[in-house]
């Protein structure tokens, strides 16, 4: 009986198994794991042989540059996974940036689906990118592991602007078409796709100017070349905490523990999207692999160290399992290619 390491048959004989002996949880976005149909045991004690996986250390592709969020993820679960992967596995990570994110996945799906390579995969590169039809890929070309942190964004702007509240800004904005600019990192991104969101409910005219990346949105609104920026809590954290900015909202899906008291526009009736990230392997991979690889990353997340690390960078852990991860991935395809569709980035 396969065990997926966890289950000793003991003292069974063949006919306490006649029949079929069936266990029906599979992998999903719970963490407990089910088991599949049992052979026949013979009298004497058995014991089901242990995976072989991993023999060989497994590479995790970051498809983004060395110090960016995603990168900090996975070598933070990277460092805690080796003490949860059976056979003393070890996980090494290499950068594969480019495309925003699109060349390390893509990559991906031309990788023998063993587990040896799986990749970081964001909000940005699984779901919102495919929407612009020029990834060979799409949201489900892969198989979900979990996802491990989902991030909101906040629209920040510098300490001494005339809105001290959310509601001050929705005040000028809808008085002063065009008025106010902001940036972010990149078109057609998270970002872009959730400030352009909150404009479309309110028929809002909003000035877009993309950097590339975020260090250098937040230096453009630092020096005063536009008046907002939209970007990751974590991002913004060191320069609101030092003063020079203030947080007018969080725009994406989730309350955060990093800003507690900034206003959470989806609770007022706003579409928002956190920045998620999580781990995908190749389509194929055996699922008792999956298994393996899911299980000990969850563990990894439930980490004091890893937690403790998260929060000094303002993440906290937010895990989905593959069937949840599956969903949301799907959700976010269509949700965001709705708001692209209208604000004319796809035609």
Not at 54 to 60: A, F, V
Not at 189 to 217: I, M, S
Not at 229 to 253: C, F
Not at 305 to 325: T, W
Request: proline content about 7%.
């Amino acid at each position: 009986m396969k065990s997926r390491n966890k289950t000793i048959l003991s003292a069974l004989s063949v006919a306490a198994l006649a029949g079929s002996l069936l266990a029906g949880c599979g992998t999903g976005a719970s963490s407990t794991q089910g088991t599949d149909p049992a052979p026949a045991a013979s009298n004497n004690t058995a014991e089901a042989p242990k995976s072989k996986f991993p023999e060989k250390p497994i590479q995790l592709v970051v498809p983004y540059a060395a110090g960016g969020g995603t990168d900090i993820t996975a070598r933070t679960l990277a460092n805690a996974v080796s003490k949860y992967l059976p056979n003393k596995g070890t996980v090494v990570v290499e950068n594969k940036p480019g495309a925003s994110g699109t060349i390390g996945l893509t990559g991906l799906t031309q990788a023998k689906p063993d587990g040896y390579m799986i990749s970081m995969a964001t909000i940005g590169n699984l779901s919102i990118q495919p929407n612009y039809g020029k990834t060979p890929y799409s949201f489900d070309s892969f198989e979900p592991i979990l996802i491990a942190n989902s991030v909101p964004h906040v629209l920040v702007v510098k300490a001494d602007a005339p809105w001290k509240t959310i509601d001050e800004w929705f005040d000028y904005v809808k008085n002063n078409p065009n008025a106010f600019t902001y940036s972010t990192p990149g078109v057609g991104n998270t970002q872009h796709l959730n400030l352009e969101a909150v404009a479309l409910k309110d028929n809002l005219k909003l000035k877009h100017v993309p950097y590339d990346g975020a260090a250098p949105a937040i230096t453009a609104l630092l020096g005063g070349h536009v008046k907002g920026a939209v970007v990751q809590v974590h991002e913004a954290k060191p320069q609101v905490d030092s003063g020079e900015l203030r947080i007018l909202a969080n725009i994406g899906t989730t309350k955060s523990d990093a800003i507690p008291d900034a206003p959470l526009l989806a609770e007022r009736g706003y579409t928002g999207y956190n920045a998620w990230t999580g781990i995908v392997a190749p389509k194929g991979t055996p699922k008792e692999v999956v298994t393996i690889l899911h299980d000990a990353f969850k563990k990894a997340l439930e980490d004091p160290e890893v937690i403790e690390d998260f929060k000094k960078i303002g993440i906290s852990p937010a895990y989905s399992g593959p069937e949840d991860f599956k969903k949301i991935a799907e959700e976010t395809y269509k949700s965001t290619g709705d708001v692209a569709k209208k604000i004319g980035l796809i035609k």
